[in-house]
């Protein structure tokens, strides 16, 4: 009798122990994973997954490995949007994707996806390849101007601390990613010419001005040759500061003859301007001893702007160059001296006020400082 009441209670025993196993394993979520592979068929490694519960908002984040694949228990039953990225970019994505109890697989393949969506436009193969080429070599463009933009960046800060060698170097690395961009050789003509007055050494100066003008002439070509650049409405006010630059360079290399040819250049790419450019003109004839020249170049500074205090001065100087000497009398060639008494007119306390009085006493003739006022020189 003992041994026949234990076995009621052992069976219990057993019904319990199978009813809490079998709650145990009671599956109430499911699985999701998939394969992730690039418009070329690779596994994209190290992307981002993620589910979102259409219906409760909850996320769930994955992974793929070095084989692109990813995988997750414990996902709860119901509708989820699903979107592949990488690095912050959103590569594909895919709506209303049912989750159950069981394994649910949404692999990811951009290939077929582009083919699929090329075929529902109506493209071919070939034009998708050709799409997708096209595609490639844009990408890989922006990414250039983006490193270019970072080296011509970095040159011009270390040029504006005077840092110049840092900045060249800089600029030749940008040439070396890729070097048909104009205002990378501009810049590098820049901080030539701005290196070149630091140099104590006479050879090495004159060599960086001409390197200058030769970077100078590059960006000018490249511009020209630039398709982008022609639909450009400033093109031609850039390309004249180009030229001006270069004359600049040539001017400082002792080349007279190519800086005034590119400052005509400037000119006839830029007219509204041409009176800087012309004050140029008489500047680096004017320092060449070609006096003739210097005139003729301020006379058209006036003709263009007839308020341009410093153009009268300068003309004055160049004919005071052209005077003679009359026993212990200065004769002036005619203009002199209302060149001066022009420059005083419009810049009584300019800079160059107190010259221009001494070049008047010079040959005689009567100080103006206003309109129309006059000062008898005093003997």
């Given at each position: 009798m003992k041994k026949n009441s234990i076995l009621p209670l052992l069976l219990v025993a057993i019904v319990a122990a199978a009813l809490s196993a079998s709650l145990a394993i009671a599956q109430t979520t499911g699985t999701v994973k998939g394969v992730c592979k690039d418009s070329d068929g690779k596994p994209i490694v190290g992307a981002e997954v993620m589910w979102v519960s259409t219906e409760s908002g909850h996320k769930y984040t994955l992974k793929t490995n070095n084989k692109g694949e990813y995988f997750s228990l414990g996902v709860v039953p119901g509708k989820y949007n699903v979107t592949l990225s990488k690095d912050g970019k959103e590569l594909f994505h895919l709506n209303g994707i049912n989750v159950g109890l069981d394994e649910t697989e949404v692999p990811f393949d951009l290939k077929k996806e582009q083919q699929a969506a090329a075929a529902g436009q109506g493209i071919t193969p070939e034009q998708l390849k050709a799409m997708q080429e096209a595609k490639a070599k844009e990408d890989s463009e922006k990414k250039t101007v983006g490193s270019l933009n970072?080296?011509?960046?970095?040159?011009?800060?270390?040029?504006?601390?005077?840092?110049?060698?840092?900045?060249?170097?800089?600029?030749?690395?940008?040439?070396?990613?890729?070097?048909?961009?104009?205002?990378?050789?501009?810049?590098?003509?820049?901080?030539?010419?701005?290196?070149?007055?630091?140099?104590?050494?006479?050879?090495?100066?004159?060599?960086?001005?001409?390197?200058?003008?030769?970077?100078?002439?590059?960006?000018?070509?490249?511009?020209?040759?630039?398709?982008?650049?022609?639909?450009?409405?400033?093109?031609n006010i850039k390309l004249a500061a180009y030229y001006n630059n270069l004359a600049d360079a040539y001017q400082k290399a002792r080349k007279t003859d190519d800086a005034v040819a590119a400052y005509n250049k400037a000119i006839e790419l830029d007219p509204a301007h041409a009176g800087g450019y012309y004050f140029n003109i008489g500047a680096v004839l004017t320092n060449a001893g070609n006096v003739d020249g210097a005139i003729a170049a301020f006379d058209k500074v006036i003709a263009a702007d007839p308020t341009k205090a410093e153009a009268y001065y300068q003309k004055g100087v160049n004919l005071i160059g052209k005077a003679t000497l009359k026993g212990d009398k200065m004769i002036a060639p005619e203009g002199t001296a209302e060149a001066f008494q022009k420059y005083l007119e419009l810049a009584p306390d300019g800079r160059f006020a107190q010259p221009a009085k001494d070049m008047l006493a010079s040959i005689g003739a009567p100080v103006e400082t206003g309109f129309g006022k006059k000062k008898p020189v005093k003997k």
């Open positions: 970072d080296k011509l960046n970095a040159a011009r800060a270390a040029s504006t601390a005077g840092d110049y060698d840092t900045a060249i170097s800089t600029l030749n690395e940008a040439n070396q990613i890729d070097a048909t961009h104009n205002e990378i050789w501009a810049s590098l003509g820049d901080t030539y010419r701005l290196s070149a007055a630091k140099q104590t050494d006479t050879a090495e100066k004159q060599k960086r001005y001409e390197t200058a003008a030769a970077d100078y002439q590059k960006a000018i070509d490249l511009r020209n040759a630039s398709d982008t650049a022609k639909k450009d409405p400033d093109n």
